[in-house]
């Protein structure tokens, strides 16, 4: 401890508000799951039409992911959070004028379209601020904002519908976006150019071997060229296998439990809080994972496939919620899982910033990231149809079996596209 105050945080200050950023965008992004039995109720909406809305959302998302991840890398992580957090604070306002199904589409889509520079902005803002022993875990701590803004969700949501209303919860989630951009554009400028940041710790974030000669190189990476290269589908694969099932967890567990173990919605949920809680745990946990293992010396393409690994595995067990109907123990399976999913999605993103230089981060994040959406898109359009199908039949829980069959093979899937695809993960040089 004594090397790090030496050192400074600055850079943790940094990880701080990209940890704030993410849990107001999954704040705003969780809320439909939670209103969706009152508002399924007041527009009359079967379980395609919710489908479809989800659909809209993600459909842009994927678009937006492809078209930030361009954006940012050329105009920078400022800029383009800016930018992003603008748009999707606007949209999740808007949704409280919404009167009609449609309607409910459109401000989804355009929340899909501001939320989809998060990410993007996120991890290169990692890789600008931490060498590469520290990356995963910063990546973690970020990532577990989504899982916060899960957490806190299902507390103030029904809280903010039972006294005022569900336009209300959407402007007042909205807003927060807005105090945070303020915060943003007061405090924040890349290592090079922050005044605040003591030379020492710029030294500490500039300590990896290439990490210089990536800040001075102004040259421009085409998407031809990264889509020529083996570790970009890698990557690809890894999102679009594994992406769908957290929209599931976020999009429809909330109506799970309220179908299975009739859960009211309209009070603070301690299922859903213990759920969204094993999320931050795993975010944290897998970032600490692999970062722990390479400072014992690992290799960080073993330390990234190990701890990547360590998540396939712990999400296979939500299959066996099919054999049981005891409440405590389906939330126990499903937060191991959800926990996994995000020990994941820490690593995952981590490997873009050992793979590839700073200059291209965004592109790929971007990329990897629409192909997580497309898989966004299509696997709602699936759980739609089966729930659906099973809801006709009178026995809707038997759909859900189906849909967490898919959810318990789909990362060891993904695991097995990427050993195969980059088996060492080497450094691209562009």
Known sequence: MIKETKIGNYRWFICFMLFAATTINYLDRQILGLLKPSLEKTFSWTETDYSHIVMAFTATYALGQLF?????DKIGTKLGYTISITVWSIAAMLHAAVRTTFGFGAMRALLGMGESGNYPAGVKTVAEWFPKKERALAVGIFDSGSNIGACVAPILVPWILSVYGWQMAFIVTGALGFVWLAAW????????KQK???PAELAYINSDEDALLEDNDTSTVTWKKLLSLKQTWAFIAGKFFT??????????LPSYFATYFHLDLKKPSLPLVIVYTGTMIGSIGGGYLSSWLIKKGWPVYKARKAALMVAAICVIPVMATRYTTNMWFVIALISLSVAANQAWSANIFTIVSDMFPKKAVSSVVGLGGMAGAIGGVLFPMFIGFILDFYKSTGNIVAGYNVIFLVCGCSFLVAWLVIHLLAPKMEK???
């Open 185 to 192: 554009i007061s405090f924040y400028e890349i290592p090079v």
């Open 196 to 198: 605040k940041l003591k």
């Open 428 to 430: 691209v040089k562009l």
């Open 243 to 252: 992406d769908p099932i957290w929209y599931f967890f976020l999009f429809w």
């Open 68 to 72: 930030y991840g361009k954006l940012i």
